[in-house]
């Protein structure tokens, strides 16, 4: 493979954009070498600036959950925009799909929508802050749940992978008001909660955790914690941005089987679009403006292109539900060959997986929470991106992030993979 002309744009980006890209994880600094530039993409394929074939493995880090360039999100896409991009002014769409998000999500009476995930994580904790008259929420070590300064205390994904978990520029005031408990460890979170009497607003928390690579929640966990919070009157908020229309159509909700109090969207209720959403009963949402105090706004929230992406992918997930379960044994049957391949060559490793969410840690002990995630062999993991890159797949450039698989992608796209990694494989060792 070559990367002349992609290399050639990335000289040119850095000289105008930080680091050459718009979000961090792009600019293969974990990993080393050039970030891919991608052209154009169809289906499970990228296709990038030097002619390359890629099978992509993360869809865009989540929302394209049908495959690039999914027919249905662009021809609504393309005749609402014919019509005018944005108005600031209440549009029908918006409620149909408000209507159809909640008629496939569980135990949700209202939902708003931002522009991103961030958006909808920071609108959630000011509410649940205003809600309850509390100020301190718990977030996991280890979780993301974007760049908003409450968030960026151990945090995962790019944060960590760059060794800024605990970034620059959150004042320590904010950072105070964020207590941080172990993912799958409860006493952990019982300690904060005995030291923060009374004043604990809310808990976040990834569901399925896929910003240190995925990790999966114990039952036991997962269910502690909705009990702790009934009991002391604690806002549970999931945070299914990643998980929320993938897992399943009601997400991490329907499939742990555990209501939570407030829920946030983000990547496939956009389409591919920049879409974000919170949802909760109607007694918490009436809290917002502008029935109630809590304040919460966006020019473009809601605007007709970004709506329409998403009403048309929800649309097709909710008239297929089947995609969940092919998505799931794809999945599967990715997971069983790269166990095989990497446990015939005697490589340490560890695969979480749960639906069609699945990371590789190159580690002996199984990775149940941040720390686990950290002890990694980030040399072999480098090597192992590289490698795949080299043989045309393209995975996460980090091994803190989760793979995505698209519905696009054929078992014979997955035995390419495979045949990619036993040509490599002895370079991991
Ligand atoms: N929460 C989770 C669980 C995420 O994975 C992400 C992004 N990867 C976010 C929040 C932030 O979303 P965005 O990048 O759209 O702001």
Not at 74 to 83: F, N, T
Not at 122 to 137: H, P, Q, V, Y
Not at 354 to 361: K, Q
Request: aromatic share 10%; charged share 20%.
């Amino acid at each position: 493979m070559k990367y002349q002309r992609s290399s050639a744009l990335f000289k040119e980006a850095q000289r105008y954009i930080p680091g050459g890209v718009n979000s961090p994880v792009r600019a293969f600094k974990a990993v080393g070498g050039t970030p891919v530039f991608v052209k154009e993409a169809k289906g499970a394929y990228l296709y990038d600036e030097d002619g390359n074939r890629l099978i992509d493995y993360i869809s865009s880090w989540g929302p394209l959950i049908l495959g690039h360039a999914y027919e249905p999100v662009l021809e609504a896409v393309i005749k609402k925009a014919k019509k005018g991009t944005s108005f600031g002014m209440p549009t029908e769409i918006e409620t149909d799909l408000a209507k159809l998000a909640l008629s496939m999500v569980l135990n949700m009476d209202k939902i708003r929508f931002v522009n991103s995930g961030t958006e909808a994580c920071m609108s959630a904790i000011r509410l649940a802050r205003g809600f309850t008259g509390k100020d301190k929420i718990i977030k996991f070590a280890g979780c993301y749940h974007g760049h908003a300064d409450a968030f960026l205390i151990q945090a995962g994904s790019g944060a960590v992978t760059f060794g800024s978990p605990n970034s620059p520029g959150v004042t320590e005031g904010t950072a105070k008001d964020t207590l941080l408990a172990r993912y799958n460890n409860l006493e952990s979170v019982d300690a904060l909660l005995e030291a923060n009497k009374e004043n604990v607003a809310a808990v976040i928390i990834e569901p399925v955790a896929g910003n240190m690579g995925c990790i999966i929640p114990d039952d036991s966990f997962i269910k502690g914690l909705r009990e702790r919070c009934t009991e002391k009157k604690i806002l549970l908020i999931f945070d299914e941005v990643m998980t929320g229309f993938r897992l399943a159509k009601g997400g991490a909700q329907e499939v742990l089987n555990i209501k939570a109090d407030i829920v946030t969207y983000g990547k496939v209720i956009g389409g591919g679009l920049p879409v974000g959403a919170f949802a909760a009963r109607k007694e918490i949402m009436d809290y917002l403006a502008p029935d109630g105090p809590v304040y919460q706004a966006g020019t473009l929230s809601g605007n007709p292109l970004a709506m329409s992406a998403g009403l048309a992918m929800l649309t097709a997930l909710n008239e297929k539900p089947e995609v969940f379960e092919s998505l799931a044994n794809k999945t599967e049957y990715l997971h069983q060959g790269i166990e095989r391949i990497l446990s015939d060559n005697g490589i340490a490793h560890q695969i979480n997986r749960f639906g069609s969410m699945i990371s590789v840690h190159f580690t002996e002990k199984p990775v149940k929470d941040f720390e686990g995630a950290m002890k990694g062999n980030n040399d072999t993991f480098k090597k192992y991106f590289h490698g795949m890159l080299s043989k045309g797949v393209y995975l996460p450039p980090s091994a803190f992030e989760s793979y995505f698989l698209n519905d696009a992608l054929s078992y014979s796209d997955i035995d390419f993979t495979l045949e990619g990694l036993t040509e490599i494989v002895s370079d991991l060792k």
